[in-house]
């Protein structure tokens, strides 16, 4: 049974205030849900490890375990005070938090306290976990990754959509994270328009030049773009993580854990596992950079791909588990088929809602992929190479299967068919 975080004021209604190392022990120090787990602060040790672009990250450790304090500061981190972000990513963070939690249970750290007045989450230490995409760089075979993967994308995306919940429960929850406007807004930029357009925030690796030019031009290329923004925008399927990448988890030997979702918001089915799938394929095209051989790097790269396969069928097989199951929501449609002795019915309809899911997934992966290189938000697979050829060599080669995965969903059938156009040998338009 996970335990519900508290939900009160762990600061005395004392006005917001960012926290700092100095202050954490001072301020923190009475709330016995940290107190209970690490002991007094006289004994804590504090650090500052938020390396996202929005937050502060604090990990807190004391004679006992240790305990992550995270919280929202009024802006974007990375950005700096010239662009405001309101403190209610916290309330939208935990609100998801909880249902994905519930909903795919042991794939999140358990949750403390949540202070709305602070922004403040406390949350527990996941050790010895790593953010997956240090792993990924580092070039470290996780062996459960891809099936804690799938299965936590099949439970979260389907016991968060209408074949699960019922009217009230779902168009409540709809109309909740409806408020989550400024972070679904910033997903609406960054992703769909941002990198097919000159903005002073994008950014690209000087010898991408040419590149970022010709995306701007590339009218087939912004259809498809308009046309996945339309889709983010527009259809309410489930209630997504909203920026499932690689920093978004945390990954060791035998465990695997989701966090980080204040982008939570309704949407398409296929927006999570694209951004997931699309920074594995990211992790890919920076592997020569980062590995020793080419036979290490040929080694790795067939393990990141491995990966990307078996999350999808692992997520295919669980998702038609719950599908046969667990169907019992608005959209269940057992009275056509199940209850009428046509179980083979709802069989069909559920091929077809996996091609629709998988055509989005490869099409919001391609987006991700573009983004990640000529946007604002880069990642640190291809920002840790210091070499700028290098870097623009590797970038290059993802930049093409992105806008490949874009534009031509339709002609990738199997994700076998994905992968081998990561690897150079599909799809050249
Ligand atoms: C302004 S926020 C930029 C990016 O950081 C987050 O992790 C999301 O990926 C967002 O797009
Ligand atoms: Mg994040």
């Known amino acids: 049974v996970r335990r519900r975080a508290s939900e009160r004021t762990a600061l005395n209604n004392s006005a917001y205030e960012p926290l700092c190392v100095e202050s954490v022990a001072r301020r923190l120090g009475g709330i016995p849900e940290i107190t209970n787990l690490i002991g007094g602060s006289a004994g804590w040790h504090v650090t500052e490890v938020g390396d996202g672009n929005l937050n502060l990250v604090f990990i807190v450790t004391g004679e006992g375990h240790g305990v992550v304090v995270k919280q929202a500061l009024p802006y974007v981190r990375a950005a700096g005070e010239s662009w405001p972000l309101s403190l209610s990513r916290a309330f939208f963070e935990h609100h998801a938090l ?17 202070d709305q007045t602070q922004a403040l989450q ?32 099949a439970r979260s995306l389907f016991r968060g ?13 709809v109309a909740l994270f409806l408020g989550n406007t400024e972070l679904a807004g910033i997903t609406e930029d960054l992703f769909f328009t941002d990198p097919f357009c000159e903005r002073s925030r994008n950014r690209h690796t000087p010898a991408l030049a040419a590149e970022a030019a010709a995306v701007r031009r590339d009218r087939e290329l912004k259809i ?17 993580h909203g920026d499932l990448h ?22 398409p089915i296929g927006f999570d596992l694209g951004s997931l799938l699309g920074n594995l394929w990211l992790a890919y095209y920076a592997q020569p950079a980062h590995r020793a051989t080419v036979e290490d790097c040929a080694t790795y790269g067939a393990w990141i791909l491995d990966v990307v396969a078996e999350v999808w069928s692992v997520f295919a097989a669980e998702f038609s588990r719950l599908w046969r199951t667990e ?3 608005i959209l269940g449609g057992k009275e056509l088929f199940e209850f009428q002795a046509d179980a083979g019915g709802a069989e069909v309809v559920l091929q077809s809602t996996l091609r629709g899911i998988w055509q989005d997934t490869l099409s919001f992966a391609g987006i991700e992929m573009l983004r990640r290189i000529l946007g604002f938000a880069h990642v640190a697979d291809f920002e840790s190479i210091a070499d700028e050829t290098e870097r623009a060599t590797c970038e290059r080669e993802a930049l093409t299967a992105g806008r490949q995965l874009a534009v031509y969903r339709q002609s990738l059938a199997s994700v076998a068919e994905a992968n081998a156009l990561v690897a150079g040998q599909g799809i050249r338009r």
């Open 98 to 114: 909880t249902r994905l939690g519930n909903r795919a249970p042991d794939r999140l750290p358990q949750l403390y306290l949540f």
């Open 122 to 153: 406390i949350i527990e230490l996941l050790t010895p976990h790593v953010i997956l995409r240090k792993k990924l760089i580092a070039g470290e075979f996780l062996p459960r990754l891809s099936t804690d993967l799938g299965i936590y994308l």
């Open 161 to 173: 959509s209408d074949l699960c919940m019922s009217t009230t429960q779902l168009k409540g929850d």
């Open 224 to 240: 498809a773009a308009l046309e996945l923004k339309t889709c983010f925008s527009t259809v309410r399927q489930t209630l997504l």
């Open 246 to 267: 690689t920093g978004s988890v945390m990954a060791c030997h035998s465990d695997t854990r989701i966090i980080d979702a204040e982008f939570a918001t309704y949407g």
């Open 327 to 329: 169907r019992n929501g």
